[in-house]
């Protein structure tokens, strides 16, 4: 069974851009959930998706969005980059709710 | 707030001893406790899941505790090896949904 996929692995961009990420989750998976980690804030939640609803949201601003599609695939963006959104980004996908989650390995982003 | 703290220092320890590694929380009463692995640059791997009417739980060689009193949870690895140097991150569910809020994590390593 294929685990979950982000792409790209890496980015770099300049202050000012916009960015979108990308998740596949396991097969059967529909809930998708987003975090950042930072050496300094460590790993922070995002926001939540299932069945293409957003479920939950974290404490971060309006520059960041995401969505859900029908397959479960989800993307991120984040537009007006600021040096501080320099992070990786991990995915995580569960099948239910309140289990385990199975963490993709990361976008790393760099803000320049 | 929700509050979680883990040993906020590396835990070295020699090859073949018990690692025991903490986490606290406070103003929580969370319904369970997960515990994740993540070695660099990698996303988090899922270890164990206790529930709150749950005292202890095992697989192969690690262990964990919930008391639920004290706020705590403890996390053991028996018979340590350097494959079992990384981060270990306790977590806690943030709601009714699959957001999960992180400790800063503990970085074990051990030593041949």
């Known amino acids: 069974k294929a685990g979950v996929t982000q792409t790209p692995r890496y980015l770099i961009k300049t202050r000012g851009q916009q960015v979108t990420l990308s998740c596949s989750p396991i097969s059967g998976h529909r809930s998708v959930s987003w975090y950042q980690q930072t050496p300094g804030q460590g790993l922070q939640f995002l926001f939540e998706y299932f069945s293409e609803t957003q479920r939950n949201k974290g404490n971060f601003p309006g520059r960041f969005s995401g969505r859900q599609f029908s397959n479960s695939r989800s993307e991120m963006n984040v537009s007006t980059l600021e040096l501080g959104d320099s992070a990786l980004y991990l995915c995580?996908?569960?099948?239910?709710?309140?289990?385990?989650?199975?963490f993709g390995p990361g976008t790393r982003l760099t803000v320049l | 707030s929700q509050k979680i703290e883990q040993n906020s220092e590396a835990l070295n320890i020699q090859e073949g001893k018990t690692a025991t590694l903490t986490c606290n929380y406070t103003n929580y009463s969370p319904a369970y406790l997960q515990w994740y692995r993540q070695d660099p640059g990698r996303g988090p791997v899922f270890l164990l899941l206790i529930r709150e009417n749950e005292k202890e739980k095992r697989k192969e060689r690690l262990k964990v505790t919930f008391d639920t009193t004290l706020k705590q949870s403890l996390f053991h690895i028996t018979a340590s090896q350097p494959a079992d140097s990384a981060t270990y991150l306790c977590?806690?569910?943030?709601?009714?949904?699959?957001?999960?809020?992180f400790g800063t994590g503990t970085l074990l390593a051990v030593q041949p």
């Open positions: 977590a806690l569910p943030g709601g009714a949904t699959n957001k999960l809020i």
């Open positions: 995580a996908s569960s099948r239910g709710r309140g289990g385990e989650q199975f």
